[in-house]
């Protein structure tokens, strides 16, 4: 059929060219239908081919660079949103412990109920020596739960807590006085 050898590598990759999708998807069946095969080839291939691999990687990367960065960035954000919801858990537990079900500013007379305003005060400070013992508020919350909620925290609005450390007292009790 073919004159030589060129002729017939000339006709295959045209005749590849031609036919790749429906090749491919051909192959894709044979690969998921003969899994374990495919896996033997591929690694026996990866194996003795290590520069290939490396190569085949690499254009991979640069040609799906985009694709790359968004799963990265999706992942990354997946992994944050997990890592604050068990954040915002953890320091909802502590609040509702010191606030007894009812998650507010104990400072007489605040309003404040909204968490988000809201962080757990140590009535006797040492509040920074304990965060820099234990890394991070988190740690804080954490090291509480652990330790069956131990006396001493009060939960308080950020206004509060700088009225106390601005006058010694927060403004909403002077009024009161
Ligand atoms: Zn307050
Ligand atoms: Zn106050």
Same mark, same amino acid.
Not at 71 to 95: M, P
Not at 132 to 140: K, Y
């Given at each position: 059929?073919?004159?030589?050898?060129?002729?017939?590598?000339?006709? /295959?990759? *045209?005749?590849?060219?031609?036919?790749?999708?429906?090749?491919?998807?051909?192959?894709?069946?044979?690969?998921?239908?003969?899994?374990?095969?495919?896996?033997?080839?591929?690694?026996?291939?990866?194996? /003795? *081919?290590?520069?290939?691999?490396?190569?085949?990687?690499?254009?991979?990367?640069?040609?799906?660079?985009? &694709?790359?960065?968004?799963?990265?960035?999706?992942?990354?954000?997946?992994? &944050?949103?997990?890592?604050?919801?068990?954040?915002?858990?953890?320091?909802?537990?502590?609040? *509702?412990?010191?606030?007894?079900?009812?998650?507010?500013?104990?400072?007489?007379?605040? #309003?404040?109920?909204? #968490?988000?305003?809201?962080?757990?005060?140590?009535?006797?400070?040492?509040?920074?020596?304990?965060?820099?013992?234990?890394? /991070? /508020?988190?740690?804080?919350?954490?090291?509480?739960?652990?330790?069956?909620? #131990?006396?001493?925290?009060?939960?308080?609005?950020?206004?509060? *807590?700088?009225?106390?450390?601005?006058?010694?007292?927060?403004?909403?009790?002077?009024?009161?006085?």
């Amino acid at each position: 059929m073919f004159k030589n050898k060129v002729d017939e590598k000339a006709y /295959s990759h *045209n005749y590849y060219l031609e036919h790749k999708e429906e090749l491919k998807a051909k192959q894709k069946i044979w690969r998921e239908t003969h899994k374990e095969q495919w896996n033997g080839y591929n690694k026996k291939w990866r194996k /003795s *081919n290590p520069d290939d691999v490396r190569e085949r990687a690499k254009k991979y990367r640069t040609e799906n660079r985009d &694709k790359i960065n968004k799963k990265r960035r999706e992942n990354h954000f997946k992994y &944050k949103e997990k890592q604050k919801e068990y954040r915002d858990n953890l320091k909802l537990k502590v609040f *509702n412990h010191y606030c007894n079900g009812d998650i507010h500013c104990q400072c007489p007379n605040c #309003p404040e109920t909204n #968490p988000k305003f809201l962080t757990l005060d140590h009535i006797n400070g040492g509040g920074n020596q304990q965060r820099r013992e234990l890394g /991070s /508020s988190t740690a804080i919350y954490k090291w509480i739960i652990d330790n069956n909620y #131990p006396e001493g925290y009060q939960v308080l609005c950020a206004n509060c *807590n700088f009225g106390r450390q601005m006058y010694g007292v927060c403004p909403h009790e002077k009024e009161i006085k």
